[in-house]
Each structure stands twice: as structure tokens, then as C-alpha cells.
Nanobody
Framework: VQLQASGGGLVQPGGSLRLSCAAS????????MAWFRQAPGKEREFVFGFRRSGGRLYYADSVKDRFSISRDSVRNTLVLQMSSLKPEDTAVYYC?????????????????????WGQGTKVTVSS
């Protein structure tokens, strides 16, 4: 399974960006998938995720009502739509996918639960 993240860039506070994660080797509908981010000097943190069992979405409180996630099954792509961006959203964003067995609910926000990772795309929110 290979993941290719794209769409990062420089945006002003209050602006929007759309990140894409193109998957190959397995359908995104067969995996638990998520976006994480890592700011300089900080640990990687969970942003938004999709769990195939039940089709539920999970997100960090810090992005509630600002970010959304969607799946394009035809293009086998996971999309993170970000709006009302803040300087504290500045980070490298990574997409991740589970192994074939999936992830238990209690571990959906744990980066160690994910087997496959994209290379990351940098988002900078600054005026």
C-alpha cells in the first residue's frame, strides 16, 4: 500500500486548503484511514479519521467545525478539507492507513495503530 499526500502550501489565517491522499495497492474502503499532523518540536497528533467498521468519522476537538474528511472511492483518494485556518494549524500533514485487520476503536487516534504512511505535505498558516 502506498499513500501520496498533496495539497499543502502557504495560506493566510482564515483561509482554506484541500489536502488529498491518493492510495494505491488497496481500496481506501478496505482500510481505516486518518490524517495526522506534526508541528515543529511537537509530537505527531491525530486530526481526522475514518473507521470502515460502521463508517464513522473521528476528529480532534481542535479542528471541530473547521475541517472535514471525505472519500473518493473512484479515485481511491482521501480528502481533508480545511477551512478557517489558524496559525496553530501549521504543520506537516500525513495521511495514514491501517493494516488489513483494521484498528480497534480505542486506538483510532493512536499513530502507532497505523501501518502505512504518506510522505507528508506541509501546511503553513501565516499572514
Amino acid at each position: 500500500v502506498q499513500l501520496q499526500a498533496s495539497g499543502g502550501g502557504l495560506v493566510q489565517p482564515g483561509g482554506s486548503l484541500r489536502l488529498s491522499c491518493a492510495a494505491s495497492g488497496r481500496s481506501i474502503d478496505s482500510s481505516d484511514m486518518a490524517w495526522f499532523r506534526q508541528a515543529p518540536g511537537k509530537e505527531r497528533e491525530f486530526v481526522f479519521g475514518f473507521r470502515r467498521s460502521g463508517g464513522r468519522l473521528y476528529y480532534a476537538d481542535s479542528v471541530k467545525d473547521r475541517f472535514s474528511i471525505s472519500r473518493d472511492s473512484v479515485r481511491n483518494t482521501l480528502v481533508l478539507q480545511m477551512s478557517s485556518l489558524k496559525p496553530e494549524d501549521t504543520a506537516v500533514y500525513y495521511c495514514a492507513a491501517s493494516g488489513e485487520s483494521g484498528i480497534i476503536l480505542s486506538a483510532i487516534r493512536d499513530a502507532h495503530s497505523y501501518t502505512y504512511w504518506g510522505q507528508g505535505t506541509k501546511v503553513t498558516v501565516s499572514s
